[in-house]
């Protein structure tokens, strides 16, 4: 039996690589999600062993990003720290993560997701004496004015030793110059993108600590012969209360982990893609399975009638698919490579530039991708192996043996279940349930397709009757036989049409999402905001408080409105607070409230959205104390509002309340009206004229606002799209895989059909209309399915500001046209074989 299967095989070398294709597109995407992700975990991994000292002293709890900034150490703790007797030396850090680089030609360098960093030099090593940043030319900054750049900046920015260089900043200062006095390498690879500016101490404590002599952490080197935790436990007895000691290796631990975090959800959004690929895979294997279990009915019989059994039947054909499975995963496995490569170019554009790293292949990746391709195959291939057990070893005497399709009550029934479990699911997470919402209708949306994708032989037969009626009218006698050909087999042309249906239905879904989306952000910058300009980071960084004094100063402004951003702790719970001021918004919209006076917020005095006042349990006159920088404040509650354009935070306060609590002096976004005397083109003109040497900060009028407001929408759709292309690419194939070896199993009709006077343009036409009605029949269902799971979302989503819903019509009927073309265009290939098909040959094929 084993020879035969290799026989079998061999024989249908296409017929393997068509069912291997959905595998490999499948187990692509697992293999290049975890070697992309394991690629950027190690670059950062190597990075973060060389930022930290033997032991860090940082205030207490200063590692958590969504923390609310921690204070500062102060001077007097550093030399203190020094004097411990396994220390070695002690210096204080000055870190800023939002100064970046202007090149010659005034573009910024960096700032699409990597950082721009700016340090203070100090010569002290990193952990296990490694030296964190290597000089490669010219010497390290000693006085105000010069700087040392990494190398690659330089090189991007079009910088040489000894010229001035110019820098953007959130700090004290938009805009500062500095002589280039050097180029340095971080030790630890690549900085991933991340520009590093490195300066003397007196010059990053005014621009980063407002000039007190103060840091943002502390490094301890050890003496030789003292271990990192003996110099921890030295230093934590000398520091004072509101302080910590962390040894160096904790510290890039927890840098790690960090970033592993931050990394999960690359992994989790390509794994989804990947889940859907193998689901769409499993329809064309299954499909393709079943149709060779068919075609090879006689074959397996005279097995059975020469004394094979049952199992070693069933036995053989899993033998096949694990072969498939096999190669499959390793071509997917190899493709994955490539697949990675190709994400790596593309965060590169996004300025997470990873060119001199390797990638990485960890054995979880090997094991993963052989796992997920062999189960996905053998499972998909189990129920024709199942089938072809059954054949009867008397069917080998007969010369029309075939397997008996078998009644779709079962199939029926469990479909009948996951979709009403789906829809029940989809119902609690719309109206029942008050958390995890998504998740419930997540898991429904999954029913509902799988179930649907079952009784799709019987929800599919009145369109394909209906198509029927058409193609008798239009094509005569060959529409009616490609109507019977695809009422012939029910559960072929529904597997094949399920494969389309799930991958527009998604794409449907998110057509309606995206269009939703968009239009709640033009009605509510519409309805919110009546600024006429709109002065924000254009990468999404604060910006220097010094620009809203420059802003102010052009003629013919007369009102601005600052709004800031920044973690801060609220009765012990981090909460990200948007600070306002309260006149000047309020004059810019109209904040709507369910209790409690908007106007009241002011010193000690905030606001609160419905959403955070029942999550934390608050109503309108409770006292919260919030936190940061060591700093505590006492305020009320005085009002409980609906987030809109302008208003968006679960806890808005007032600027001078941020400030109070130590917070950097920086911006988010600057709203602006202009004098009622003023025309709109001279106040932009100025505006950008104010604004001409910061590169990192745009102007722009109520549309520009709304269409960048929009922009990350329509790059997650972009991408989604094309992610989601490759299922429907998998879909297609399905249709063609199931054109061409229904041709190869019909080839006695087709020659005979040939034989009564049937021309190769009416063949190819009838299998053209086969072809269109399985891709209108998956599109149909998936639009139709697209449709009710995008009004779903969408009112999920109702509370977090999306509160339109918009149907694309006319982008709804665009999948159905293109469906009919993928129609057209899956039956080219099969048809032409079939015009190809030797009359006599075909009669004599048994």
Known sequence: MLRASLASLLARKLRLFMSAFAVILGVAFVAGSFIFTDTLGESFTALTKSSAGDVVVRATGANDPEQPAAKPVPASVVAAIADVPGAARADGNVSDFTTFVVSKKNKLIGGQGAPGIAVNHTGGPAAHGVEASRLVKGHWPEQAGEVALDAATAKAAGYLIGEDVRFVSAGSEATFSAKLVGTHEMTGGSMLGASVTVMDTATAQRLFQKGADQFSDAWVTAKPGVSQSELRTQVARVLPAGFEAVTGDKVSEQMATEIQKGLSFITTFLL??????????????????????????????????????????????????????????????????????????????????????????????????????????????????????????????????????????????????????????????????????????????????????????????????????????????????????????????????????????????????????????????????????????????????????????????????????????????????????????????????????????????????????????????????????????????????????????????????????????????????????????????????????????????????????????????????????????????????????????????????????????????????????IALLGAALGVLMGLGFGVAIQRALVDEGFDRLVIPWAQLGLFLGLAAVIGVLAAVWPGRRAARVDILRAIATE
């Open 272 to 773: 989804v893609f990947a889940a859907v690929s193998l689901v769409v895979g499993t329809f064309l294997i299954i499909n393709t399975f079943s149709i060779l279990v068919a075609q090879r009915s006689r074959e397996l019989a005279l097995f059975r009638a020469i004394g094979a059994s049952r199992r070693q039947v069933s036995r053989s054909v899993l033998f096949e698919a694990f072969v498939v499975g096999l190669i499959g995963s390793t071509a997917g496995l190899v493709a994955g490579f490539g697949l990675a490569q190709l994400i790596r170019v593309l965060f590169g554009r996004f300025g997470l530039d990873m060119s001199g790293a390797s990638l990485v292949l960890n054995p979880r990746t090997i094991v993963a991708s052989y796992a997920v391709g062999l189960v996905v195959t053998m499972v998909a291939a189990w129920l024709p192996a199942r089938r072809a057990g059954q054949v009867p070893p008397v069917a080998a005497m007969r010369d029309d043996a075939v397997l008996r399709e078998g009644a779709l009550r079962k199939r029926i029934i469990v479909g009948l279940v996951l979709a009403i479990l789906g829809g029940a699911a989809m119902y609690l997470g719309l109206v029942v349930v008050d958390s995890n919402e998504l998740k419930w209708l997540g898991g429904g949306i999954l029913g509902v397709l799988i179930g649907v994708a079952l009784i799709s032989p019987l929800v599919g037969r009145p369109l394909v009757s209906g198509l029927g009626w058409i193609y008798r009218t239009v094509f005569g006698v060959v529409g009616t036989m490609a109507t019977q050909n695809s009422l012939r087999n029910p559960r072929r042309t529904a597997a094949t049409a399920s494969a389309l249906m799930i991958g527009v239905a998604l794409v449907t879904l998110m057509s309606i999402f995206g269009s939703s989306a968009k239009a709640s952000i033009d009605d509510q910058i519409a309805k919110d905001v009546t600024a006429d300009y709109v002065v924000s980071n254009a990468i999404g960084q604060p910006f220097s408080a010094e620009i809203a004094t420059k802003v102010a100063a052009v003629p013919g402004v007369a009102e601005t409105a600052r709004t800031r951003w920044s973690p801060v702790s609220m009765s012990g719970e981090t909460e990200w607070a948007q600070g306002i001021d309260p006149v000047a918004v309020r004059a810019m919209t109209a904040v709507k409230t369910s209790s409690g006076d908007f106007a009241q917020v002011g010193p000690g005095a905030v606001s609160i959205s419905a959403g955070t006042a029942k999550d934390r349990g608050l109503k309108v006159g409770d006292s919260i104390q919030l936190g940061s920088q060591g700093q505590v404040l006492a305020a009320r509650v005085v009002s409980i509002h609906e987030e809109g354009a302008m208003v968006r935070s679960g806890l808005v306060t007032d600027l001078r309340d941020l400030e109070s609590l130590g917070l950097p002096d920086q911006d988010s976004t600057i709203y602006i009206k202009r004098e009622s005397s003023a025309t709109a083109s001279t106040v932009q003109a100025g505006l950008e004229n104010a604004l001409a040497d910061l590169p990192m900060v745009t102007v722009k009028d109520q549309q520009a606002f709304a269409d960048e407001q929009r922009k990350p929408i329509d790059t997650m759709l972009t991408i989604i799209y094309a992610l989601l292309g490759l299922a429907v690419v998998i879909a297609v194939l399905g249709i063609v895989n199931t054109l061409a070896l229904s041709v190869i199993e019909r080839t006695r009709e087709i020659g005979l059909l040939r034989a009564v006077g049937l021309g190769r343009r009416q063949l190819r036409t009838m299998l053209r209309l086969e072809s269109v009605v």
